[in-house]
């Protein structure tokens, strides 16, 4: 794709070729256009910057690129992929020194990208704690995580801990507007970094996080009445409140993931962007985070608006199934399929980018896999190892692998403006990837929670290497 400069951009603005509505939007988001007419490159035969350090061959490679879907090889040098094809085509980038390892027919796909996490918050200041966190989410394929909700002594913990080279995963980073019980911080702390800023080689700062209504403070705001005396829950602005944060934000170059679990909540940010964005397409790529409570006239508006979804894919079913549920704010059984309903969200908003989150620790588990398994069925597994079989009504938001396996790595990137480094297995992009015990689109989906992790590599270093598979891990 062709970028263009600023200068380029501005003569098109003044050959009318371009509305001075899209223009404003796009510089106050601090974004280039880019030209998407032209015909995607083919995957490039000669390598950019000299031959191979390490090549993959042998494999079954899921690359998320929808003009190249799969490959059966694909080389590495220095932190990104150089190309991907056939054994036949990547071994054109062998060298002396390269090291050629078999995939053996194994599965390889990109990292996992989780959009909204809260892995710092867990550990409690405790370093030893985080990397024990981070280490587990690395082991199930995770490379690049969202550190949502960041306060000022939270980040600088995470500069602490990158400061001694504690960070492995590649953090992003979204400063609060407010509390989750809303109450506002000084509202231009958050400018202190700009959008898309690197904060160092493993932290970005993304945006604005910004909270619409209760859920672990207060209540998620409904438009019906809780069970057990909780009302409609708590929204902690009014329209008019809303719709001037969402704007100042846009205006000052920012994206905002806005924090909405009840469907009175998701209406009033979907119209706040809405009247942001007055008619303009989302260039600053705002977000709806949870979007847990849907009646039927919000499902829509994704598209209509242009607006990111954020969404859970662990439901935790045992909680729900179970006589003793911890569920406090329980959607009453006759509109159950308003609750995550998954499947209804994507077939209302054909191509619609939604988002893996996996909201960590609010729901304890961490492994994209347990993520990946719930989505595609809507089970969980207890502790005991026993299945929790899902609801009828919640089954029915259950989607396909591979539309899981898109929204927990591509998507994820296109939330956080990084799918053009990473989220799919592309020549020029980071070498961010993980192999796999088996293939997850044609196993039988209830397997897919057995699935393990045999390598992960963040940038063209091998980051865990399962026991019994050193082989696989240059």
Same mark, same amino acid.
């Given at each position: &794709?062709?970028?263009?400069?600023?200068?380029?951009?501005?003569?098109?603005?003044?050959?009318?070729?371009?509305?001075?509505?899209?223009?404003?939007?796009?510089?106050?988001?601090?974004?280039?256009?880019?030209?998407?007419?032209?015909?995607?490159?083919?995957?490039?035969?000669?390598?950019?910057?000299?031959?191979?350090?390490?090549?993959?061959?042998?494999?079954?490679?899921?690359? &998320?690129?929808?003009?190249?879907?799969?490959?059966?090889?694909?080389?590495?040098?220095?932190?990104?992929?150089?190309a991907g094809g056939t054994n036949e085509e990547v071994l054109r980038h062998r060298a002396d020194a390269t090291s050629l390892v078999s995939l053996d027919g194994h599965t390889m796909m990109p990292g996992f990208v989780d959009a909204h996490s809260h892995i710092i918050n867990a550990s409690e200041g405790d370093i030893e704690k985080f990397a024990g966190i981070q280490a587990a989410a690395i082991q199930d394929g995770m490379t690049t995580t969202t550190e949502m909700s960041v306060t000022p002594d939270l980040f600088n913990r995470?500069?602490?801990? +990158?400061?001694?080279?504690?960070?492995?995963?590649?953090?992003?980073?979204?400063?609060?507007?407010?509390?989750?019980?809303?109450?506002?911080?000084?509202?231009?702390?958050?400018?202190?970094?700009?959008?898309?800023?690197?904060?160092?080689?493993?932290?970005?700062?993304?945006?604005?996080?910004?909270?619409?209504? /209760?859920?672990?403070?207060?209540?998620?705001?409904?438009?019906?009445?809780?069970?057990?005396?909780?009302?409609? /829950?708590?929204?902690?602005?009014?329209?008019?409140e809303m719709n001037s944060v969402v704007a100042e934000a846009q205006a000052n170059g920012y994206q905002v993931a806005v924090h909405a679990l009840g469907d009175r909540a998701v209406e009033q940010v979907q119209n706040a962007i809405a009247a942001a964005l007055n008619g303009a397409p989302n260039t600053c790529r705002h977000r709806i985070e949870h979007n847990a409570v849907l009646h039927q006239e919000l499902l829509p508006r994704y598209n209509q608006i242009g607006i990111v979804p954020g969404i859970f894919c662990s439901y935790a079913t045992c909680w729900r199934v179970h006589s003793t549920s911890q569920f406090k704010y329980v959607v009453p059984v006759e509109i159950g399929t308003w609750e995550w309903p998954w499947r209804a969200l994507l077939d209302a908003n054909?191509?619609?980018?939604?988002?893996?989150?996996?909201?960590?620790?609010?729901?304890?588990?961490?492994?994209?896999?347990?993520?990946?398994?719930?989505?595609?069925?809507?089970?969980?597994?207890?502790? +005991?190892?026993?299945?929790?079989?899902?609801? %009828?009504?919640?089954?029915?938001?259950?989607?396909?692998? %591979?539309?899981?396996?898109?929204? &927990?790595?591509?998507?994820?990137?296109?939330?956080?403006?990084?799918? %053009?480094?990473?989220?799919?297995?592309?020549?020029?992009?980071?070498?961010?990837?993980?192999?796999?015990?088996?293939?997850?689109?044609e196993i039988p989906i209830g397997q897919i929670k057995d699935l393990s992790v045999l390598m992960t590599m963040i940038g063209g270093h091998v980051q865990y290497c399962a026991d019994g598979y050193e082989s696989f891990c240059p």
């Open positions: &794709m062709k970028k263009f400069s600023r200068r380029d951009f501005l003569r098109l603005i003044a050959s009318g070729s371009v509305s001075a509505t899209l223009a404003n939007l796009l510089s106050a988001c601090g974004l280039n256009p880019v030209v998407t007419s032209s015909p995607a490159p083919e995957i490039p035969t000669q390598p950019p910057n000299g031959e191979a350090e390490i090549i993959f061959t042998d494999g079954v490679i899921l690359t &998320m690129d929808e003009n190249h879907p799969s490959a059966d090889a694909i080389a590495v040098k220095d932190d990104k992929n150089i995470l500069k602490g801990y +990158d400061h001694v080279r504690r960070v492995q995963l590649r953090y992003n980073t979204y400063m609060l507007y407010n509390t989750n019980c809303g109450e506002a911080f000084d509202k231009d702390w958050y400018k202190v970094y700009k959008q898309g800023e690197n904060i160092s080689p493993k932290i970005r700062n993304q945006g604005v996080k910004i909270f619409a209504d /209760g859920g672990s403070c207060n209540v998620p705001a409904v438009t019906f009445d809780y069970p057990g005396g909780y009302g409609m /829950g708590d929204l902690y602005m009014t329209q008019d054909p191509g619609v980018k939604a988002a893996w989150h996996s909201d960590y620790p609010v729901f304890p588990e961490i492994s994209p896999i347990a993520h990946l398994y719930g989505f595609v069925t809507r089970n969980q597994v207890a502790d +005991d190892g026993s299945i929790c079989e899902a609801q %009828d009504w919640l089954k029915q938001g259950a989607l396909t692998v %591979d539309e899981a396996l898109h929204i &927990m790595t591509i998507n994820a990137a296109y939330a956080l403006f990084r799918e %053009d480094e990473i989220g799919s297995l592309e020549a020029g992009k980071l070498a961010d990837m993980i192999i796999l015990s088996a293939n997850p689109r």
